[in-house]
């Protein structure tokens, strides 16, 4: 079955480059997905990458996608405070129609 | 108009009340979706609705009643809920089912006491 892994906790200084790291299982997905979750909120869709690609430039962000480890990153560039959240990795494929499969989520604490 | 919005924000039920959630989009978007979600947890999908059908029922407890009267709404009745119940609940939309780009709303903070 599908499954995404991530870290649980990071911690980095205010300033500093933050990588997040995802694993997941299905070879067949389509999309993969970040999501951010601040304390309270929703999610917030911060970038996706279609699964023929293997680099994506956002401004500070920047995702790398291994297809062949099946490994997905997610680079956040000069962290700030108001980057502290739980950061979502999320897969879909064909064969899953309507179903966003997640990761358990990365707690990004950002320190001044 | 990129959202979706939920009403209420926050909700506090009794075990024995009936209350509705509702999800609101205008994007034209043609699958929708309900999550549950509990603290520090990630969602879990509940129902799929793709062209106002629903798609997917993840074993949902029929103390969740989905509804989808028209393109734009979704709405989740709530029934003799149990206190285990009390989570964020999380609307989405997509284009169309599975399809890349899913909105999701700022959710329903439930309180069941």
């Known amino acids: 079955g599908e499954d995404v892994e991530q870290s649980l906790f990071l911690s980095v200084r205010e300033g500093d480059s933050s990588v997040i790291n995802c694993t997941y299982t299905d070879s067949s997905s389509t999309y993969l997905y970040w999501y951010k979750q601040e304390p309270g909120a929703g999610l917030q869709l911060l970038t996706y990458?279609?699964?023929?690609?293997d680099m994506k430039q956002d401004q500070r962000l920047t995702v790398l996608l291994n297809k062949k480890d099946k490994h997905l990153s997610l680079r956040i560039a000069d962290t700030q405070t108001g980057d502290s959240a739980i950061y979502f990795c999320?897969?879909?494929?064909?064969?899953?129609?309507?179903?966003?499969?997640f990761g358990q989520g990365t707690t990004l604490q950002v320190k001044p | 108009d990129t959202e979706v919005t939920q009403t209420p924000k926050h909700l506090v039920m009794g075990m024995t009340n009936k209350k509705s959630l509702k999800c609101e989009q205008h994007?034209?978007?043609?699958?929708m979706y309900w999550y549950k979600q509990k603290a520090k947890k990630p969602p879990e999908l509940m129902f799929v609705?793709?062209?106002?059908?629903?798609?997917i029922n993840e074993s949902v407890p029929s103390r969740f009643s989905p509804e989808c009267p028209n393109s734009s709404l979704l709405n989740l009745h709530l029934h003799a809920l149990q206190p285990e119940d009390s989570a964020l609940y999380l609307c989405a939309s997509s284009q169309r089912e599975g399809n890349y780009g899913y909105t999701f709303g700022s959710g329903t903070r439930l309180t069941v006491v």
């Open positions: 990458i279609f699964s023929n690609m």
């Open positions: 999320a897969e879909t494929n064909p064969s899953n129609t309507g179903k966003l499969i």
């Open positions: 609705y793709s062209y106002e059908k629903l798609s």
């Open positions: 994007m034209g978007h043609r699958a």
